[in-house]
């Protein structure tokens, strides 16, 4: 079981992408699911989470307003809506569940990097002129 994420590219700053990520023989529907941010040369930074019903969302300062985790659980699918990108936003994604033993199924307080397993491969942003 493992999780795919999609969705990254280039864009110009000011510029919007969507990514996705799903789960594969594993299903998100049973987990809190955030999105983790690694800028070149730092260390992971956890941006977004959801919490299981999708009635619960938090986020990064960095980010407030301008992302949006939304999750569709019929497709088994959690995704991160970026708008207003900054070259700041420039890095990998990835995709990782709450694990529920850490969090009592919850999203981590302050989206802790290493309260989250599961993690996807990454889907790497770029936001440049």
Known sequence: SHIVESGGGLVQP???LKL????????LDDY??????????KDREGV??????????YYAPSV?????????????????QMDSLK???TGFYYCATANPLLTFGRCPAFLEPRKFEHWGQGTQVTVSQ
């Open 87 to 89: 070259s700041g936003d």
């Open 48 to 57: 977004a989470c959801i919490t299981l019903s999708g009635g619960n969302t």
């Open 64 to 80: 407030q307003g301008r992302f949006t985790i939304s999750r569709d659980n019929t497709k088994n699918t959690v995704y991160l």
């Open 14 to 16: 000011g510029g919007s």
């Open 20 to 27: 996705s990520c799903t789960g594969s023989g594993l299903s």
């Open 32 to 41: 809190a699911v955030g999105w983790i941010h690694q800028a070149p040369g």
